[in-house]
């Protein structure tokens, strides 16, 4: 399951960036999950700059 850790992220956006059909960004500042079966999330983990994304 993939999942976004809202203590971790810091709303710099670069996963929405990299994979848009993945995250987006919401009104919290934070990332939030919109599709896990994207075939782009692994580059947003890797874009992640805290790790805040785990699959
Ligand atoms: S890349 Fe990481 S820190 Fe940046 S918005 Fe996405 S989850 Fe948050």
Sequence with gaps: ???VDSDKCIGCGACASVCP???EMKDD???HVKDPK???VG???SA???GAISQ
């Design 1 to 3: 399951m993939v999942s």
């Design 21 to 23: 059909a993945g995250f």
């Design 29 to 31: 500042g934070k990332s």
């Design 38 to 40: 994207a075939p782009c």
């Design 43 to 45: 580059e947003a983990i």
């Design 48 to 50: 992640c700059p805290v």
